[in-house]
């Protein structure tokens, strides 16, 4: 109590003193000197130069030293307290620049927070002496200057200052100046050459600071600060929490009682202070960071608004997540395990509507668990401050071993290898075929993980939309999504007329069901070949081996379900150690291999690897590109290349239009391309842009046109027509 007391005491009294700062201030003795002191600073005019010359722009420096234990202010002084001002007094024609603030640090004084300098701290103004000026004359200048000192107490002060130079004929006479100068220039925050980015939330503003981050080491940094230009933009007393996503430092700042808008830049300096005690350096660069998902220089070389959609509200994008659900059901990925459960329907239907429909509800369920599972993640992520996207977990090598053991145990089960009874919770197509709602549930659930890798249309632009939006928003878009999934098969089972067009049940039943696998393992070698991609040629061996303990595993416990009770569950246990073990050996060895090796792709017959700095290259040149962003796990991606990008007349109006074919790889996490898919709207690939010909930095080149996510060689050929 007697502390709370003492510190509002303090507090109040700071509060009177500045209050008095804007009635008059304590003025010293007036000098016409370049030094005067104070009770409290010792101030002093210094310059770059012992001389001028006509039409010359020096610096003048004003050198203020500070008794120990106060402080003065920065051009944003925080929760109280007034920055410095500099009236200067110059010869006709000759102009003043602003003040140019050295980096600042914080002052804290119980729920107080302040940015100032201790000690000593140097004010540059850069002056501009007129071309007039008479050679063998004397360039004078004169500067009233006021301040704030504070320590319990606020002291508000002023001083006349003056200096006069010589007015020489060139720069070889102007002399080297007060070194002070060159120590001031050392203080000041350099610009930023990072890509920076805000999110703004509910009380909280996520500033990301993108690019090679070379330029510090988490590990040997002592202290991250950011330093608004403006007052109120955050909460000034509350801590700054950072942490390195990948290349991207994020600060995690309380927003203050006159936080930014969405839309608006946060500008600012951020500290960077290394090392202890004595051996400390701080370095200052200067932040704009733009309210998107880009920073401006980049959001020009795309030629697009960023965290632009083509979606007005939630009703559109609801509408078109439900779509894009229903067209899922069609794609390469989901259509075989929507058979499987076509398949399971038959036998249900001889059960009566109800039966039918409670299968229906089950597998809906199953689906709308699992996407709200995955909107969940993404919810979480999100506000970690990641940058994921639709499709997030393949790029995961384990998350992708996993899947192709899956497809691989389905594939065994539905050629007749196994199958697991009522007592164990089954896996795919058997599970499809239990007499219970678990089957239909878990059949839901295999139908959400398949369908993750593809995209169909109407897909991109709601997820896009989703993931900018708040978490109850984007959590309602996925269930959207969910649902339009499972609604075909919702429709089947509770409406019976459209029973009435399925076949009779009989043996061919079995018959599709053994073809159906096919798709499986097909499904499970193209996952191996992703995770070649991935992790190198040793995390296939290691899957290829775990496939072979899965078919053995499968086998021993189906040869065994009619032995005695001894053997049956002493070979199920068995079965069931083997796959822990490859479960368990498969995540050891794809983390013991490369699994964060470099995706580099090299530069193919008609396409180049694409960068940021070459788009800008092709760009400003003006040439026309046509830009693809693609994963080795995206099933639509991979179609529309073979389709329609490797049609041989795609690529010979490639050639004869000029147009640079650029490919972005988003198999493993690529934060660069994740950004470039969330300044079009989209939250995963494919993504195909063209871009017209024309200089990209005269502000007149023609938009860029977004292509559909499902291709054929006369959509890309009308697209490059236009050019």
């Not at 009233?144 to 130079?165: A, I, M, Q, R, T």
């Not at 970690?384 to 899956?406: D, E, M, N, T």
């Not at 822990?580 to 995706?599: D, F, K, M, S, T």
């Not at 994740?674 to 023609?702: E, H, M």
């Amino acid at each position: 109590m007697g502390y709370l007391v003492d510190s509002l005491f303090k507090l109040t009294k700071v509060f009177i003193v500045t209050l008095l700062f804007s009635i008059g201030a304590v003025q010293a003795s007036p000098a016409l000197f370049p030094i005067a002191t104070t009770e409290h600073v010792r101030a002093q005019l210094v310059a770059s130069v012992d001389a001028v010359y006509p039409g010359a722009e020096i610096l003048l420096g004003l050198n203020q030293r500070i008794i120990p234990h106060w402080h003065t202010y920065w051009q944003n002084s925080g929760d109280s307290g007034v920055p410095t001002t500099i009236d200067w007094e110059l010869p006709k024609g000759a102009e003043a620049g602003e003040i140019q603030w050295p980096i600042p640090r914080r002052f804290k004084l119980g729920p107080v927070t302040n940015y100032g300098y201790e000690d000593e701290v140097t004010l540059l103004s850069s002056i501009k002496v007129p071309a007039n000026v008479a050679v063998g004359n004397r360039f004078s200048v004169r500067a009233k200057v006021n301040w704030l000192v504070c320590h319990e107490v606020c002291v508000p002060e002023e001083v006349d200052l003056s200096l006069s130079l010589p007015v020489v004929a060139d720069t070889d006479a102007a002399g080297k100046g007060s070194p002070t100068i060159q120590k001031a220039l050392s203080t000041l925050p350099v610009k930023s050459v990072w890509l920076t980015n805000v999110d703004y939330r509910k009380n909280e503003i996520l500033l990301r600071i993108s690019g090679n981050n070379s330029a510090f080491t988490l590990g040997q940094v002592s202290d991250i600060n950011f330093y608004p230009l403006e007052w109120g933009v955050i909460s000034h007393n509350a801590d700054q929490g950072h942490y390195l996503d990948g290349d991207t430092l994020v600060l995690k700042l309380k927003a203050g009682e006159a936080p930014p808008k969405p839309g608006e830049a946060l500008s600012g300096v951020l500290v960077i202070t290394e090392g202890n005690g004595s051996n400390q350096i701080s370095r200052g660069f200067s932040i704009h960071a733009v309210s998107a998902i880009v920073s401006p220089a980049v959001d020009k070389v795309l030629g697009t608004t960023v965290g632009k959609t083509d979606i007005v509200g939630l009703p559109a994008a609801l509408l078109l997540a439900l779509l894009g659900g229903v067209i899922l059901n069609l794609m390469p990925c989901v259509f075989p395990v929507l058979s499987i459960k076509a398949l399971s329907l038959l036998n249900h239907a001889q059960q009566g509507v109800m039966e039918t429909r409670r299968h229906g509800i089950a597998y809906t369920l199953g689906i709308l668990s699992s996407f709200a599972l995955l909107g969940g993640l993404l919810i979480a992520f999100k506000a970690g401050g990641a940058q994921i996207g639709w499709g997030f977990q393949f790029q995961s090598p384990v998350f992708v071993l996993i899947v192709a053991y899956l497809m691989f145990a389905v594939g065994l089960s539905l050629s007749g290898v196994f199958t697991i009874g009522g007592s164990v919770l089954n896996i795919g197509s058997s599970l499809a075929e239990r007499p219970g709602y678990s089957g239909s549930f878990f059949t839901g659930v295999l139908a959400t993980i398949v369908a993750t890798p593809c995209t169909a249309p109407f897909m991109g632009a709601a997820l896009g939309y989703a993931l900018a939006q708040s978490p109850a928003v984007l959590l309602s878009v996925f269930l959207s999504l969910g649902l339009g999934l499972a609604l075909p098969y919702l429709l089947l089972s509770t409406w019976p007329l459209l029973q009435r067009w399925l076949p009779r049940p009989g043996m061919w039943m079995e018959r599709v069901k053994q073809v159906l696998a096919f798709p499986m393992y097909l499904a499970a070698v193209w996952l191996i070949w992703v995770l070649s991609q991935q992790a190198g040629v040793n995390a296939v061996a290691i899957a290829l081996g775990g496939m072979v303990a899965i078919a053995f595993s499968a086998w021993l416990y189906q040869t065994t379900r009619i032995s005695g009770a001894a053997i049956r569950h002493g070979s199920t246990a068995i079965a069931a150690i083997v796959v822990v073990i490859v479960l368990v050996g498969g995540y050891v060895g794809i983390q013991a291999n490369p699994a964060a090796i470099e995706q580099s792709i090299s530069k193919g017959s008609n396409w180049e690897p694409y960068t940021v700095e070459r788009l800008q290259e092709l760009r400003t040149e003006g040439k026309p590109v046509f830009l693809n962003f693609t994963a080795a796990w995206c099933i639509s991606c991979l179609a529309n290349e073979r389709v329609a990008l490797s049609d041989s007349k795609v690529i010979e109006a490639f050639e004869r239009l000029g147009i640079t074919y650029l490919k972005g790889d988003w198999t493993n996490q690529d934060i660069q391309i994740t950004k470039v898919l969330k300044a079009f709207g989209r939250s995963g690939v494919p993504l195909y842009v063209v871009y017209p010909a024309g200089n990209s930095t005269d502000g007149k080149a023609a938009e860029p046109t977004v292509l559909p996510q499902i291709l054929t060689p006369e959509i890309v050929l009308n697209a490059i027509a236009k050019l």
